[in-house]
Every structure is written in structure tokens, then in C-alpha cells.
């Protein structure tokens, strides 16, 4: 069994969990039992991304000669059981203190790894790095190919493809299929896409997947002067990078947690805060959704009026 996670900070890492014990079929009693132990021990890694065109890396988001931002990249170790591979720490510290383990064995610093996802489809595994206006700043990590741009206001998708498709494995090949922000801004990037034929995005947050494999991404905090959104684009094939808006949720709000259902005939999104901007109060709201009064969260679901599957 394996387990991806996020540390959503500012120059922060990506990790993996791989479980000592095999997942069990089935939906025996014993197999349930056994599965529930899953995350008691196993082995936890940092990723750290290496570079194919640092040097042409200047912090604008300028693609490298080769056409594309990516690269290889390797698991490290960090802990195992009550063994530690950090040097200077204990099992017990790198627990406690794992951003300071992700330091000493110079992992990856990421643009805010906010949500981890694989498609079940590919195996292919998709991070939202939202952005990090820090990057690049006096004292600060600069740009790199992986997180290309410096004041990094609109974020990236991230793309992870293990070596021989195993999750397991302590290799694999990265890319970004998505460099957000304004399609005119030559600083950002969408799988190649023609760029006049793609809604703005920015901030992505989460991002899940469709019963046939498209993308769908879920933003906070968009930095173009909209509002926040749900946007979908397919991974594989001649309309990869072809992103298009979904949704927009209110003035204020979050767009998150989107699910998709099996038979593709509706998507559920949780709109976070509606109305949560600098100045607003009860007395003046900037949102009275959703029924007229005060700003209210809430769970939305949509759906095509002839019953098709949905964002065709």
C-alpha cells in the first residue's frame, strides 16, 4: 500500500509512505482486519527532483530548449520502523521534526504541495503545487525546472510516473503539464495546447479524477482578480493540456474536495468561506450565498440536464 502526502508550505516537501504489509483481497473479515493495519509500519521517503536544464532556468517560467519541464527523480529514505537514514537524527526525530529531515537530505522545495492524487487509470500520480510568491526572494530558494518561476503567484501541476509503473519504486520520471496563470502570460504552459484555446487558471488546490481519466482541478485563492473555480483537462491524447473552466464559485470562497461519480453523470464540490475577503463583515458581506441572507459553506452538485456525462 501506498500513500502520497503534501506538506502545504511554502518551499515544502513531497513524501511517500510505502506499508511493510500487502494489501489483502476481498471483504472477509480477515482481509478487513488485516487491511486496517496497513499504515502501521512501512517506509517513508522525500522526494528529491533532479534537473535535465538548470542552467536555462532563470526564474521567468521560460520553457528549456527541450521543450518541456521535467526530469528524474528519486525517493530517499527517511525512515523505516525505528530505523532512521537521516544522519544526526533518530526515528523518533524525523517524526516529529520531518520538514527539518526533508533539509538535511536536501529534498525537493516545492511550490506548496497542497493535494496528492493518482490516477487509477495510469498510475500516473498528479501533485497541486499552488504557489509560492516567496520563491525566489533574498535568502530564499530560487526558481528551479521543477517550480520555474520566482514570486510564483498561479502555482503548477506536477506529473509523477514510477519506474515500471510501480508504486513502489524509489525512481521515477516528473513533468509539469500545466504551468498556471494567464494564457497570454508566455510564463505559463498547458501540455503544449494551442494557449488561445484554454481558460485561465490559478492556485490549484485539488485535483481529482473523472471515470474516463480527465483532470479536474479545484483552485483557492486566485490570483487573476476572479473568482475561484473547477476546471478539467484530459491527460493522454491530442486534447491533453486543453483545460476548461467547469464552474465558479462565489466572491471569497474556496472551491474544494472535488469528486466526480462513477458513471461520470455529476460532480460534487465543496464551496469553502463564500464572502471571506479583506473588509467584509456580517454588517457589510461581500457574498450572500447561497440563499440571499449571510454567506453560508456549502456542498454543490451539478449535473447535465439530459442526463450525459458530465463536462462533454
Known amino acids: 500500500m501506498v500513500a502520497y502526502m503534501g506538506d ?24 478487513r482486519k488485516h487491511n486496517l493495519t496497513l499504515l502501521e509500519s ?16 532563470d526564474g521567468s517560467g521560460k520553457l528549456p530548449s527541450d521543450g518541456a519541464f521535467n526530469g528524474r527523480g528519486r525517493w530517499i529514505k527517511l525512515v523505516s520502523g525505528n530505523r532512521s537514514y537521516v544522519e544526526g537524527m533518530t526515528a523518533a526525530d524525523v517524526l516529529t521534526f520531518t520538514r527539518l529531515a526533508g533539509d538535511k537530505v536536501g529534498a525537493t522545495k516545492m511550490d506548496r504541495p497542497e493535494d496528492v492524487e493518482p490516477s487509477l487509470l495510469t498510475g500516473k500520480v498528479y501533485v ?6 516567496d520563491r525566489g526572494k533574498a535568502g530564499k530558494a530560487a526558481a528551479d525546472e521543477a517550480n520555474p518561476r520566482n514570486l510564483n503567484k498561479h502555482g503548477q501541476i506536477l506529473e509523477l510516473v514510477e519506474d515500471r509503473g510501480d508504486n513502489t519504486a524509489e525512481t521515477f520520471a516528473w513533468s509539469l503539464p500545466i504551468v498556471c496563470g494567464d494564457p ?35 483552485t483557492d485563492g486566485n490570483a487573476l482578480g476572479s473568482n475561484d473555480g473547477l476546471f478539467a483537462t484530459a491527460l493522454e491524447g491530442p486534447e491533453r493540456g486543453h483545460l476548461k473552466q467547469f464552474l465558479t464559485v462565489p466572491l471569497g470562497a474556496e472551491t474544494c474536495g472535488p469528486f466526480i461519480t462513477g458513471d461520470n453523470r455529476s460532480v460534487f464540490v465543496a464551496v469553502q468561506h463564500p464572502g471571506e475577503i479583506t473588509g467584509a463583515s456580517v454588517e457589510n458581506p461581500a457574498s450572500n450565498w447561497p440563499d440571499g441572507d449571510f454567506a453560508k459553506p456549502g456542498v454543490v452538485v451539478s449535473w447535465r440536464l439530459d442526463g450525459g456525462p458530465i463536462g462533454s
Not at 42 to 57: D, K
Not at 128 to 133: D, P, S, V
Open 8 to 31: 502545504d508550505e511554502r518551499f515544502d516537501y513531497l513524501y511517500k509512505f510505502v506499508s511493510d504489509k500487502t494489501f489483502m483481497t476481498g471483504d472477509s473479515w480477515l482481509a
Open 128 to 133: 497541486a503545487l499552488t504557489n509560492n510568491t
Open 184 to 218: 497570454t502570460d508566455p510564463s505559463t504552459y498547458f501540455a503544449g495546447y494551442d494557449k488561445t484555446k484554454v481558460s485561465p487558471v490559478s492556485c490549484p488546490d485539488n485535483v481529482a479524477f473523472d471515470a474516463t481519466g480527465n483532470l479536474w482541478i479545484a
Open 42 to 57: 512501512g517506509t517513508l521517503y522525500v522526494a528529491q527532483l533532479e534537473q535535465t536544464s538548470a542552467g536555462e532556468i
